[in-house]
């Protein structure tokens, strides 16, 4: 298994600019998830999948737009980078009733 | 709601010194705790989860963490820190309200080891 995957694993954008990142896994893994890393304040959450066909928000979901058309995919969507979305994303899954979930190595995003 | 309260954001310790980080939590709900590590430049790793069975957990590298519901604490210790452990460390809650286990982060306390 290759686990929970994303790409890129960086990217820089200018202000205004779309973008979509990319996260897949393996694992038949029902709950997919997104979230961003920012110093001093852990992950935050933006979007989840409990399903495919099923999105919800989370805590900062404003500027990112998801969709869950297979099981093993879950892209995130940026519509008009702002530098305020300069952060590392993280991708995670688990499976209903397992509380680990896995996370992807990161992706890096630099909006100048 | 729930939330998270890691109290140091860095902790320097000496090799082969113990090692104490702490984690308060609130839950409305019956928590699971855990806590992850991040490498530099990495993913993240589980370290250990408790949920619900025995307070004190151990987990890999030598690391274990006791619940104490009275206190809302789930510490993070290990006997003995070796320069590998240098890392940033990120107690976690999940609640069940949401069948995925929606979770809870920590701001993160990043442990420095010194030779």
């Known amino acids: 298994n290759a686990g929970v995957t994303q790409t890129p694993k960086f990217q820089v954008l200018k202000t205004g600019q779309s973008m979509t990142l990319q996260c897949a896994q393996d694992?038949?893994?029902?709950?997919m998830s997104w979230y961003r890393q920012d110093p001093g304040m852990g992950l935050r959450l933006i979007h989840y999948?409990?399903?495919?066909?099923?999105?919800d928000q989370g805590e900062v979901p404003n500027g990112y737009n998801v969709s869950r058309s297979t099981t093993e995919d879950f892209p995130l969507r940026l519509l008009s980078a702002a530098p305020s979305q300069t952060s590392v994303y993280f991708c995670?899954?688990?499976?209903?009733?397992?509380?680990?979930?896995?996370f992807g190595p990161g992706t890096r995003l630099l909006v100048l | 709601a729930q939330s998270v309260t890691q109290l140091d954001s860095h902790v320097s310790v000496s090799e082969g010194t113990p090692v104490l980080l702490r984690c308060n939590y609130s839950?409305?709900?019956?928590?699971?705790l855990f806590w992850y590590v991040q490498h530099p430049n990495k993913g993240l790793q589980l370290l250990l989860k408790?949920?619900?069975?025995?307070?004190l957990v151990k987990g890999i590298n030598g690391f274990e963490a006791e619940f104490k519901k009275s206190e809302t604490s789930f510490h993070l210790t290990k006997p003995s820190a070796h320069m590998s452990d240098a890392a940033e460390y990120f107690c976690?809650?999940?609640?069940?309200?949401?069948?995925?286990?929606?979770?809870?982060f920590g701001g993160g306390t990043r442990l420095m080891v010194k030779p």
């Open positions: 995670a899954s688990t499976r209903f009733g397992k509380e680990t979930q896995y």
């Open positions: 694992m038949n893994h029902e709950y």
């Open positions: 999948s409990v399903g495919a066909g099923i999105t």
């Open positions: 839950s409305s709900y019956s928590p699971s």
């Open positions: 408790y949920t619900s069975a025995a307070t």
């Open positions: 976690v809650v999940s609640d069940h309200r949401n069948a995925g286990n929606m979770l809870t």
